[in-house]
Nanobody, 117 residues
């Protein structure tokens, strides 16, 4: 089993920054990729950013140039640095880990990010 614990969410004013963290514990081996998704009320969960074990990153168009995903394999942790936040970034943010051995993806419990003045 794998447990993912997210932190770093909160309330921030437009234009502000937040850094999300997601630490994995348990049966951690052969990580293929890590990522962040978000879900706003009434919307489907959508991709925010992913990073592979080879450090290849992918971003949603809506966050390119503002968000940066990074990973620390030694700490089994993935980060999401969010700058120039907008009200439309308000959502619950979920981290996810994908492994190379075919196990289902694991998901964190979600952390609320609210961008409002």
């Amino acid at each position: 089993q794998v447990q993912l614990v997210e932190s770093g969410g909160g309330l921030v004013q437009p234009g502000g920054s937040l850094r999300l963290s997601c630490a994995a514990s348990g049966s951690i081996f052969r990580i293929a990729a890590m990522g962040w998704y978000r879900q706003a009320p009434g919307n489907q969960r959508e991709l925010v950013a992913t990073i592979t074990s080879g450090r290849i990153t992918n971003y949603a168009d809506s966050v390119k140039g503002r968000f940066t995903i990074s990973g620390d394999n030694a700490k089994n942790t993935v980060y999401l640095q969010m700058n120039s936040l907008k009200p439309e970034d308000t959502a619950v943010y979920y981290c996810t880990f994908r492994f190379s051995d075919g196990r289902p993806n694991y998901w964190g419990q979600g952390t609320q990010v609210t961008v409002s003045s």
